[in-house]
């Protein structure tokens, strides 16, 4: 109770500025409400009195219209102020996640940041839009129709504060205590959209090795786990409802019960015949608040991921920025750990520039993790790097990082357009400076024929034609290291001499080759191989 009451309060912290909106969408509900419970009693009224004249009927229909309007401004500002958090939470959510990129995001399952970007925060949605307003319409219309029934008879009174409590309160939180199995339902999703992430990414692999189908069985058995979780909380969504309904019906027949003794003592007082037909016609906001516990339940445990991921500490960026080009890199006794599981201990070494340095090691023992070390990705847990002799600790982490490139051995191309894919909205990049470096990597007759403006995706072009994209986007950037991450694994033997002739021709600077194939460390100056947790210079 204390953790939702803790996540509630942030939520409402987080949108405070937009609660004029919400307090506008609970007025119109109020009047909305308040429209309803007339018609009725104004029509019983009426057929008592025997005075259903024509000017009834227009302040009737008067009344059907304005209760629609009220309807509509209700649903606008509390939807306004539904997507406008959403809005704000998403631009939050990808802000913290440019924070705590790149060498906190390596550790993130990707399931798990899909299922928050998209389902958590829209499942935050039910929180913004259909709790906060309609508990408040409840209050209201709870104090209000207890100030009627009173008036009318304080038994008719307790009678409706009981229905109205076991509706909005007690009904909620005890089916929202037996919807803990949503923390369940939370992780086999999880589970699931990693699995099938997973299986898109590696799906040649999975077709070569003929291994497709026991991942779709994989995927299958995950589904059904899901659709189980998914069964499980619908069957007991049903039951709150019938629940609900058989409250309503036996609450109707005791208060009509009661109201019409009541009216035996006192014939003369229609007051109590009245009172039965705004009793019916009441139960529209309580019966909004009885339906919240799914949705709530599901906002809060999106709301407990997403704060989760926006409480994570990460390093402030506040050192000096490293102006100097960078001529050699040393580290002294450096160290590093993946918790518990260490990858270097108390290794040195010493990389000149302008030299093309090949690292070579099996798959796993920390080729690639060497160089986020000294790009500031990942921190040292002991040790020192010295870029021109200058401990790299006292210097900010973009500073350096913009002396490096790193190319990825799995060629991104986003869907935009070309010119957007090399240039990545770098504007003082022209077409010219494009065409140019086309020519250098022999892409130009491509490029011209797909067109600059046209919108492409990694379908547009072959896995040789992809890899020349990434080289270019890399010549075009000014930088004192470029790293290669095993730039040859998806290529055959002809494209790989190929890539390596551009490589080792187009780019001057300090060139680290990652791999663990032979043939393409074959242009390497020196080769480091990384053995028993230390880096060796081997050749």
């Known amino acids: 109770m204390k953790k939702t009451f803790n996540l509630v309060k942030r939520l409402i912290l987080f949108m405070k500025h937009l609660m004029p909106y919400i307090l506008v969408a609970v007025m119109f509900a109020i009047m909305g409400f308040i429209s309803v419970i007339s018609i009725s009693y104004i029509l019983l009224e009426s057929a008592l009195n ?141 589970e699931y959209n990693s699995i099938f992430l997973d299986t898109l990414k590696g799906i040649k692999e999975l077709i070569q090795f003929n291994y497709l189908s026991n991942k779709i069985n994989e995927i299958d058995l995950k589904s059904k786990e899901v659709n189980l979780k998914e069964k499980e909380i619908a069957v007991s969504n049903y039951n709150q409802g019938i629940t609900t309904y058989l409250i309503i019906g036996f609450m109707v027949s005791l208060y009509s019960y009661v109201a019409l003794n009541l009216m035996k003592i006192d014939t003369h007082n229609n007051n109590y015949l009245l009172s039965i037909i705004v009793f019916v016609s009441s139960f529209a906001p309580f019966l909004e608040l009885s339906r919240l516990p799914l949705g709530f339940k599901r906002a809060m445990n999106a709301a407990d991921d997403i704060f989760k991921l926006l409480d994570e500490e990460y390093e402030v960026d506040n050192f000096n920025d490293f102006k100097e080009h960078i001529l050699d890199i040393k580290a002294s006794d450096l160290s590093f750990s993946y918790g518990s599981d260490e990858v270097f201990n108390n290794t040195n070494f010493n990389f000149k520039n302008n030299k093309i340095i090949g690292i070579s090691a099996k798959s796993g023992s920390g080729k690639s993790t060497i160089m986020k070390i000294i790009m500031k990705w990942y921190k040292l847990n002991s040790g020192n790097i010295y870029f021109n002799d200058k401990n790299y600790d006292l210097y900010s982490k973009r500073s ?39 020519a250098k990597f022999q892409m130009k007759e491509r490029i011209v024929k797909e067109g600059l403006d046209s919108i492409v995706s990694a379908d547009s072009f072959s896995a040789g034609e992809r890899q020349r994209i990434e080289l270019m986007r890399a010549a075009l950037k000014e930088a004192d290291f470029f790293i290669f991450d095993e730039p040859t694994s998806y290529l055959d033997s002809l494209n790989e001499a190929t890539v390596l002739n551009l490589i080792k021709n187009n780019f001057k600077a300090t060139i680290f080759l990652i791999s663990h194939r032979p043939s393409t460390l074959s242009i390497a100056d020196e080769i480091y191989e990384i053995v028993d947790k230390k880096i060796v210079l081997r050749r």
């Open 400 to 438: 350096i990082q913009n002396k490096f490139v790193y190319i990825f051995q799995d060629s991104k191309i986003f869907k935009q357009s070309l010119r957007e894919n090399i240039t990545l909205k770098n504007n003082n990049i022209t077409d010219e400076m494009i065409l140019n470096i086309a």
């Open 50 to 190: 025997k005075n259903l004249s024509l000017n009834i009927l227009w302040i009737l229909v008067f009344l059907a219209i304005f209760r629609g309007l009220m309807r509509y401004g209700e649903h606008y500002f509390g939807h306004y102020v539904a997507f406008r958090s959403l809005k704000d939470m998403r631009s939050i959510v990808f802000d913290k996640l440019k924070k705590l990129s790149p060498n906190k995001l390596d550790n993130k399952d990707s399931g798990i940041l899909i299922k928050m970007i998209g389902e958590d925060i829209e499942a935050l949605e039910i929180f913004f839009a259909h709790t906060i307003a309609p508990t408040l319409t409840g209050t209201i219309a709870f104090i209000l129709l207890f100030i009627y029934f009173y008036k009318v008879h304080y038994l008719l009174a307790f009678l409706s504060s009981v229905c109205f409590v076991l509706l909005a309160i007690i009904m909620p939180i005890f089916y929202s205590n037996k919807l803990l199995m949503l923390q369940k339902q939370n992780e086999v999703k999880k």
